[in-house]
């Protein structure tokens, strides 16, 4: 019975990960809100002119651009998502001219029930 009692206790695996990536999000969103909006007393405290504030801020793009070609996971998986809505209507074009409408509808219908299956399995095995 104590046995029990203390698993239920225990928080399921991921959750204490999961608030911590919602913080850090959190966080870095409310730091941007927070921030932004003081550029104009930052301006008039430091005694900026605009070109130069302008300069500054324009350093923070500059670095993001700079940096972002180092990350490629996420641009990985863009494309690969856009790839597919672009190409989805080339390929049903392609297959209604080579086996016929109906058919390639089908085709994709299948591809879909296909899709859902995959999501489904991946969605089981990874719940914590």
Do not use: N
């Not at 409310?30 to 801020?57: H, M, N, Q």
């Not at 180092?70 to 672009?86: C, I, Q, W």
């Amino acid at each position: 019975m104590e046995e029990t009692m203390a698993k239920q206790a225990r928080p399921k695996p991921g959750v204490r990960e999961q608030w911590a990536v919602r913080a850090v999000f959190f966080l870095g969103g409310f730091g941007t809100a927070s921030w932004a909006p003081l550029v104009p007393y930052l301006k008039i405290r430091l005694g900026l002119a605009e070109d130069v504030l302008g300069l500054l801020l324009l350093c923070g793009g500059i670095g993001s651009l700079v940096t972002m070609p180092l990350s490629t996971a996420v641009p990985a998986v863009s494309t690969l998502g856009y790839l597919g809505v672009l190409m989805g209507p080339v390929a049903i074009g392609f297959l209604a001219h080579a086996i016929g409408l109906e058919d390639a509808f089908f085709f994709l219908a299948m591809l879909v029930v296909l899709e859902m299956a995959i999501a489904g399995y991946v969605y089981r095995t990874m719940k914590v």
